[in-house]
């Protein structure tokens, strides 16, 4: 590396000049491939080669050092010369991502979305317009209701219905509630979100993770948590459903010492192979908090999320969220009110599980034909996939895909910091790229794997 390092600072190799692929270099060499692509990601990250997808890689092109005083003496530059310092790399956004978590933004259904919002804009009372309250609009929590009944098993009331701006206001509205009431320490999972982690110990809650084996989250080591956090439809980021023993066992947990589960119902709406896995919250609705939003169906753009909440907590939540509805935009709750009411939603779901169903398929057919030693897992639902790969190398080819242009993120920055290192996998979310960007995405991850 220091040798390419200074062919190509002392202009031996041109600016624009491609170099051999890594899996070249490496022959040519009698390396590891991982030795020669760690070494090209490195040069990227400083500057001093460029790489993009279609184009390979290159010695980056960088603007010549203006000359200072005594520039002209070829001896070197004399006592008080102005010696340039070096120019700090610069880093280029990637040219495709597969982070997961994101839905297909480019899929937004505009059209269909605007004659909602004329539709409601026509029909909404004046006092539509005005702050509102901490419910939310009652059209919205109105057809939520029968929507989350029919689609995912929620006993829903209106009247037990918040509505939130996203999942993240939702559960920071939850941590306020939990602390008035005592609680200390609320269970995760053992692979998450560090965002959600850390608003609860922000609010003074610990997080101590739950185990977890192959058939996913243990819920039969719940202790004395007050509450817990779990994603039972898919769990994120492994992509499993929780069995139905330890979903009872949960619940049962829940009865017995009066907890509360946290059920994260991110994308609930997405499933290919499987039948359709209801809402815990079915099970028990006194002890299960359902927060659910339009960020994957729809667009995280919108900021609208609901909470389903047991009675007794829903004065406490109102109470944290305040006497008027400062982060909900009403015009917005009521579009989306219409959208559902239209059957609008209904189609762009059903539209969009299509098309990421195929994207999944072809996500698999190319592994098989490039990459037939990375095991896919976590499949059968939802809008990512778990790549194994050997031991040792994730960070490798997070790195590799550094420089194919492509941003993707390796299992272990998903795991809770108590949690000891597990099996090293992507995480590939394939439902983020646009139709246009999703084969080049799809041909710079094969690139990257081993």
């Known amino acids: 590396m220091d040798a390419l390092r200074e062919a190509v600072r002392s202009g031996r ?98 059209a269909e979305w605007l004659k909602a919002a004329r539709r409601a804009l026509t029909s909404a009372p004046h006092e539509a317009l005005g702050y509102g309250g901490p419910r939310g609009r009652v059209e919205l929590r109105t057809v939520l209701a029968d929507y989350l009944a029919r689609a995912r098993g929620v006993y829903a009331d209106p009247d037990r219905i918040v509505i939130c701006s996203g999942f993240v206001h939702g559960l920071r509205l939850m941590a306020q509630v939990l602390r008035g009431r005592r609680v200390r320490d609320v269970a995760v999972e053992s692979y998450g979100l560090d965002i959600h982690w850390n608003l609860l110990t922000e609010a003074g809650l610990r997080t101590p993770a739950l185990p977890f ?65 209801g809402a ?79 994207r999944r398929d072809q996500l698999v057919a190319a592994l098989a034909e490039r990459a037939p030693d990375v095991r896919v897992s976590g499949i059968a639902a939802g809008l990512h996939a778990v790549l194994e790969l050997p031991p040792g190398t994730e960070r490798t080819v997070v790195q590799s895909a550094a420089w194919q242009g492509l941003a993707v993120q390796g299992l272990d920055r998903f795991r809770h910091p108590d949690v000891p290192r597990g099996r090293d996998a992507l995480v590939v979310g394939y439902a983020t790229p646009t139709d246009s960007a999703w084969t080049g995405a799809l041909d710079a991850l094969c690139r990257a794997l081993p």
């Open 13 to 110: 190799l041109a600016p624009g000049t491609r170099l051999p692929s890594s899996r070249s270099l490496a022959a040519d060499l009698g390396i590891a491939r991982n030795t020669v692509a760690d070494a090209y990601a490195e040069l990227v990250a400083e500057g001093w080669l460029t790489a993009r997808q279609g184009s390979g890689t290159r010695v980056a092109r960088r603007a010549a050092p203006r000359p200072g005083p005594g520039a002209g003496n070829r001896a070197g530059p004399g006592r008080g010369a102005f010696v340039p310092a070096r120019r700090p790399p610069v880093r280029r956004p990637p040219a495709h991502t597969l982070h997961p978590g994101m839905p297909d933004l480019g899929s937004f259904p505009r």
């Open 213 to 277: 084996d192959e058939h996913g989250t243990r819920t039969g080591k719940l202790g004395r948590q007050g509450a817990v956090l779990i994603t039972p439809a898919h769990q994120f980021p492994l992509g499993g459903a929780l069995p139905p023993d330890r979903r009872a066992a949960a619940v049962d947990w829940a009865r017995r010492t009066g907890a509360l589960i946290l059920e994260d119902d991110y994308d609930g709406e997405f499933r290919y192979d499987r039948q359709p896995v």
């Open 280 to 358: 815990l919250q079915g099970l028990d609705p006194e002890r299960v908090v359902y927060l659910g939003t339009a960020s994957k169906s729809l667009t995280p753009g919108l900021r609208l999320g609901w909470m389903v909440l047991p009675e007794d907590l829903v004065g406490d939540v109102l109470v944290a969220k305040g006497h008027s509805d400062w982060v909900s935009s009403a015009l917005d709750q009521l579009t989306l009110a219409e959208f559902i009411r239209s059957g609008a939603y209904d189609r762009h779901v059903r539209g969009m599980r299509l098309r990421y169903r195929r």
